[in-house]
């Protein structure tokens, strides 16, 4: 979603300047880059010529050779606004556009990781970033090649499903939303599924993540998300057992639970869920 955005409405604009703010949170988010002007002075008159995503990464590449990539962590977000428009707290990183406007990189938990690479071929460096299995927006990958990776595990699903060394993106809320569509417990054993129940869990995944894009993502707690242009995003309005404890399962009326999980927790149907 970001990535689209971001295609939509920076990609042709040269930046005029970079400010990476006063104080030392903001240098905290550039970790790999010793000094402010060092930063500044790579993107400084820098065409953006194409924006990829690599799993949580934004790949900025630029005209002078250099790549721009943001990783926004947990609490993360970069917004598109008017030069006029007050700053937030905790924004640490401002692009001034030539022909006007700004990027934004606002992060108060801090989160988020911004770095600059230079003279890395463009291969090299997306071997490097590709750390997971699937990107299940970008990658085409089938049920039955799902259906094999899950085999060769032996591990609860809600694990394996937030296990971002296999599958990229999901978290606690949208591993809880998919194993409610698909009807399966979080601590059901990937390598015991049937071939209906792979195929539900595919399915459940696949049309999620859909709809969320669909719904130009979901805002829901602190740090809830935005996207590019700062509009919180719609899908919080569908959750169906994230943080609804106590309330009725939409499709068989018994009561939505939470249970331990780890150090967290996670909600379910216990009825439907098996």
Same mark, same amino acid.
């Given at each position: 979603?970001?990535?689209?955005?971001?295609?939509?409405?920076?990609?042709?604009?040269?930046?005029?300047?970079?400010?990476?703010?006063?104080?030392?949170?903001?240098?905290?988010?550039?970790?790999?880059?010793?000094?402010?002007?060092?930063?500044?002075?790579?993107?400084?008159?820098?065409?953006?010529?194409?924006?990829?995503?690599?799993?949580?990464?934004?790949?900025?590449?630029?005209?002078?050779?250099?790549?721009?990539?943001?990783?926004?962590?947990?609490?993360?977000?970069?917004?598109?606004?008017?030069?006029?428009?007050?700053?937030?707290?905790?924004?640490?990183?401002?692009?001034?556009?030539?022909?006007?406007?700004?990027?934004?990189?606002?992060?108060?938990?801090?989160?988020?990781?911004?770095?600059?690479?230079?003279?890395? *071929?463009? =291969?090299?460096? @997306?071997?490097?970033?590709?750390?997971?299995?699937?990107? $299940?927006?970008? &990658?085409? !990958? +089938?049920?039955?090649?799902?259906?094999?990776?899950?085999?060769?595990?032996?591990?609860?699903?809600?694990?394996?499903?937030?296990?971002?060394?296999?599958?990229?993106?999901?978290?606690?809320?949208?591993?809880?939303?998919?194993?409610?569509?698909?009807?399966?417990?979080?601590?059901?054993?990937?390598?015991?599924?049937?071939?209906?129940?792979?195929?539900?869990?595919?399915?459940?995944?696949?049309?999620?993540?859909?709809?969320?894009?669909?719904?130009?993502?979901?805002?829901?707690?602190?740090?809830?998300?935005?996207?590019?242009?700062?509009?919180?995003?719609?899908?919080?309005?569908?959750?169906?057992?994230?943080?609804? *404890?106590? =309330?009725?399962? @939409?499709?068989?009326?018994?009561?939505?639970?939470?249970? $331990?999980?780890? &150090?967290? !927790? +996670?909600?379910?149907?216990?009825?439907?869920?098996?």
């Amino acid at each position: 979603m970001l990535r689209r955005d971001l295609e939509q409405e920076v990609v042709g604009k040269r930046i005029k300047d970079i400010v990476v703010r006063p104080g030392t949170n903001a240098m905290k988010i550039i970790p790999k880059h010793g000094r402010r002007r060092e930063f500044q002075d790579m993107l400084a008159g820098a065409k953006i010529e194409k924006v990829e995503r690599i799993g949580k990464r934004l790949l900025l590449d630029l005209d002078n050779a250099h790549v721009l990539i943001i990783n926004l962590g947990h609490s993360g977000r970069v917004v598109k606004t008017s030069a006029s428009q007050t700053i937030l707290p905790h924004t640490h990183i401002v692009a001034n556009f030539t022909i006007g406007g700004q990027l934004r990189i606002i992060d108060p938990r801090l989160t988020s990781e911004v770095r600059i690479t230079s003279d890395v *071929e463009p =291969e090299t460096l @997306r071997k490097e970033l590709r750390d997971f299995d699937i990107d $299940p927006l970008e &990658d085409h !990958f +089938t049920w039955n090649s799902f259906s094999a990776i899950l085999e060769s595990k032996d591990t609860g699903l809600k694990d394996i499903l937030e296990d971002e060394s296999f599958i990229v993106g999901l978290g606690h809320l949208y591993s809880d939303e998919i194993l409610w569509q698909a009807g399966l417990r979080f601590d059901r054993s990937s390598r015991h599924l049937s071939s209906q129940d792979v195929r539900r869990l595919y399915r459940a995944l696949m049309e999620l993540l859909q709809d969320v894009v669909k719904a130009r993502g979901t805002s829901w707690g602190d740090d809830a998300f935005v996207d590019l242009l700062g509009n919180p995003g719609q899908f919080q309005l569908e959750l169906k057992v994230w943080e609804q *404890e106590g =309330e009725a399962c @939409r499709r068989c009326r018994s009561t939505i639970v939470r249970e $331990p999980w780890g &150090d967290a !927790f +996670t909600y379910l149907c216990a009825q439907c869920q098996s």
